[in-house]
């Protein structure tokens, strides 16, 4: 018993150091040290430089950065023109995910069809994705002008069209209208790869039960497809709440203040006013609504998403 005691420390200390768990664990941290690096570096450090200019008043022009404390976000509970302004975001952001999603899934059925000459559709559908954004909204705010191609389209019929960037209403329509174009596609190709993985074979027995193909579609691509249709919510809700160039480009957040949504009042304050303080922490209040609806649609998850497993 004396030699077995005197002999396990020996072996514990000729253990080598390098053990296959350590080397393993090792290569785990060096493959993920990437990625881990570029958020810590690209997204937790600039948010906690958000966060600490948000106390400040900050005015690059006068070179000043006065501490301030809680004074810029009592001044955004107190700031008159926010409620105009999470209005419009608001209006901008259901509008569009109602229209790209509904359109980017019929789009998808409508090209999920073993046709000829389909696979050029689908490249039509999608190419205005890959158009650069600005040299996309520039030609849209041609067309819309009141002399402009639409007009001029709906002239030949008769129809005396609006000038549609200088109305409250048809401003915020034609915003949505020219953003949904160009992402549609998108969300197509996302619908289109979904579809495609339902096992035909559901169908072919829906069929031979008398389902009608709305009913198949009901009860069959809608609940496999649910997944997919998730991603593209959140992608679509977090873009509409990040839009910012369409504004710029088409409306300047007007008339009045009709089509100024968040990031937009938040570019205003901060490079246009210099009240870069300010603007920190409108972009504080951005990041806290989209985390919320982040989250709330990702614990509803658990009742509108269907998983085979």
Request: aromatic share 12%; no cysteine; proline share 4%.
């Amino acid at each position: 018993m004396a030699v077995a005691t005197q002999q396990t420390p020996d072996r514990a200390r000729k253990r080598p150091f390098w053990t296959i768990e350590r080397r393993d664990g090792l290569a785990g941290y060096l493959f993920i040290a990437p990625q881990l690096i570029g958020i810590i570096v690209f997204v937790l450090i600039p948010l906690g430089l958000v966060f600490w200019y948000s106390l400040h008043e900050w005015n690059v022009l006068a070179g000043t950065f006065k501490f301030q404390g809680d004074a810029n976000y009592r001044k955004l509970l107190a700031d008159p023109a926010i409620p105009e302004v999470l209005g419009a975001t608001a209006i901008f952001s259901v509008g569009l995910v109602i229209l790209n999603m509904s359109l980017a899934l019929l789009l998808a059925v409508l090209v999920n069809q073993k046709l000829k000459g389909i696979v050029v559709f689908r490249t039509l559908y999608f190419s205005p994705v890959v158009v650069s954004l600005v040299a996309w909204t520039i030609v849209w705010s041609f067309l819309l002008q009141a002399n402009g191609g639409i007009n001029g389209l709906l002239g030949m019929i008769g129809v005396e069209g609006p000038n549609w960037l200088r109305h409250p209403t048809t401003a915020m329509i034609s915003v949505i209208v020219v953003q949904v174009f160009k992402n549609v596609g998108l969300n197509m190709v996302l619908f289109l790869a979904a579809l495609q993985g339902v096992p035909k074979e559901l169908y072919e027995a829906a069929r031979v039960d008398g389902a009608s193909r709305f009913k198949q579609f009901r009860r069959i691509t809608l609940p496999l497809i649910s997944p997919t249709i998730m991603l593209t919510s959140i992608i679509t809700i977090v873009g509409s709440l990040q839009v910012f160039a369409q504004i710029a480009v088409l409306t300047q957040g007007g008339p009045g203040m009709s089509t100024t949504v968040l990031v937009y009042y938040l570019y205003q304050q901060a490079f246009q006013f210099h009240r870069f303080g300010y603007g920190a922490t409108i972009s504080i209040l951005l990041f806290v609504i989209v985390a919320i609806l982040t989250f709330a649609q990702w614990q509803m998850r658990r009742r509108i998403v269907f998983y085979e497993n």
